[in-house]
């Protein structure tokens, strides 16, 4: 499993053979400047909510790719009805796609879209492809709900948003791994605008006198899992 960083909370996943696009926001964010989406492999496009900034590039990306766009109901159904293939999910749900296992979790947010269309309830995904898996938490606060994943699921990887007032911060963010079991982590939604920067080493030293591993990518870069 391949996890490509786009920038903010924008990913790209490669697991066997099929290429997943999660939350892009790409074309709005100058730090993200040198990726072009015009140009991106998507076969699925897995949306956590429908805040701008993670839903900005799905109608470009989707158009030329005719990815399936995955996510709650009510976003599943909004680009339905735009005419995009989509496949409509729920929370505490699974479904085997092609490239692996998907579950539709819970977070803690809220989903409207920029118009102010109903965006339904914010969620994360557990994803189980290639004996690797992995925790993309979406826009939450920390939850009591993140310790049910490892009831299910031994995460490799969890990624978690943690640039704060939107979301979880670094403190919370090294609870939420301890929820999950999970000492491995990929940090996302920091830096972008200036309510959520962060510094960098400071933050990765917190993880490390925690016992975990903070990766911050450069936007472009990629983990193998
Ligand atoms: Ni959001
Ligand atoms: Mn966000």
Known sequence: MKITFFGHSSLGIEVNGKHIVVDPFISGNPKASHIDIHSLKADFILLTHAHQDHILDVEAIAK???????????????????????????????????FGKVKYVNAIHS???????????????VIEGEHKNIYIAGDTALTMDMKLIPLRTKLDLAILPIGSNFTMDVEDAITAAEFVECDKV????????GY??????????????????????????????
């Open 111 to 125: 989903s409207s879209f920029p118009d102010g269309t109903y965006g339904g309830n914010p969620g994360g995904f």
């Open 196 to 225: 959520i920067e962060i510094n960098h080493e400071e933050a990765i030293k917190k993880f490390f006198n925690s016992g975990k591993d903070l990766m911050l990518l450069e936007i472009g870069g990629f983990i193998e899992l």
């Open 64 to 98: 030329r790719t005719n990815a399936i766009i995955v996510s709650n109901w009510e976003i599943a159904t909004y680009y339905g009805n735009k005419g995009f293939q989509n496949h409509p999910m729920n929370h505490g749900g699974s479904w085997d796609f092609e």
């Open 186 to 193: 990929l940090g996302i939604h920091y830096d972008t605008f």
